[in-house]
């Protein structure tokens, strides 16, 4: 059994920080990017298993990289973690690009984990 791999995309280092520590205890390998573009080119290469992304990133949105992920890698689940300032018709729109899971910032990190590894099992 391969240890499961995250590729997280977000530009805020307190967030990643926070990520970091609730999966590196759990055992998942990480990758972290912090924009979309750099996202977009590595998201190929490293094959990860769940990817969980921001919406507001530098570079190219999460919007743009649920549309590249759903258009490429069809069962990859994508996991949105966005402020809940974000606009609603944002949260619609990545849903109906194939986003699999939502979850507010500020989250919780055990929901976080949970919801995750539903994903993951």
């Known amino acids: 059994m391969h240890t499961k791999k995250i590729f997280i995309i977000e530009d805020d280092n307190m967030t990643i920080e926070i990520l970091k520590y609730i999966f ?3 055992g998942y390998q990480l990758s ?3 924009d979309g573009l ?3 080119e590595r998201i190929p290469e490293e094959v990860p298993d769940l990817v969980l992304t921001d919406i507001m990133l530098p570079m190219k949105s999460g919007l743009e990289i649920i549309q590249f992920i759903k258009d490429n890698f069809t069962n990859l689940p994508v996991i949105v973690l966005s ?3 974000e606009e609603e018709a944002t949260v619609l729109d990545a849903f ?3 986003a699999d899971d939502f ?3 500020p989250f919780s990190p055990s929901e976080l984990l949970l919801r995750v590894k539903r994903f993951l099992k």
């Open 24 to 26: 590196s205890k759990e």
């Open 32 to 34: 972290i990017s912090k």
């Open 38 to 40: 750099d996202a977009i």
């Open 83 to 85: 402020s809940l300032g």
């Open 96 to 98: 109906k690009l194939g």
């Open 103 to 105: 979850i507010a910032k």
